[in-house]
Nanobody, 122 residues
Framework: QLQASGGGLVQTGGSLRLPCAAS????????IGWFRQAPGKELEGVSC????????SYADSVKGRFTISSDNAKNTVYLQMNSLKPEDTAVYYC?????????????????WGQGTQVTVSS
């Protein structure tokens, strides 16, 4: 089970940190990804991290602004979002891939958590 949280309303240029807490599966074997879906748009891969933390990927739209990290002791992955823009407004989801090889494509993931709303005001 995956549970995303930490969403909210923030002004342009602000920051949020989204935790994704995992339970019920061997967290250390998974890749965890963050995705987002804005109104009227398709699901977009934002970032992912391997369980060891040694491999990370970012969408071009968030590079340099978002940072993903993994705390295996807490079975939690964090998405630190800085310099937020109105176009970052979306429902954010975290997902898990048991193969540990997934990237930023949603079909690569087996487990999905519920979303958390992020709204960036201009």
């Amino acid at each position: 089970q995956l549970q995303a949280s930490g969403g909210g309303l923030v002004q342009t240029g602000g920051s949020l940190r989204l935790p994704c807490a995992a339970s019920g599966f061997p967290f250390e074997d998974y890749t965890i990804g963050w995705f987002r879906q804005a109104p009227g748009k398709e699901l977009e891969g934002v970032s992912c991290v391997s369980s060891s933390g040694g491999r990370t990927s970012y969408a071009d739209s968030v590079k340099g602004r978002f940072t993903i990290s993994s705390d295996n002791a807490k079975n939690t992955v964090y998405l630190q979002m800085n310099s937020l823009k109105p176009e970052d407004t979306a429902v954010y989801y975290c997902a898990g891939d048991i193969s540990g090889l997934a990237g930023l494509w949603d079909y690569e993931y087996d487990e999905w958590g519920q979303g958390t709303q992020v709204t960036v005001s201009s």
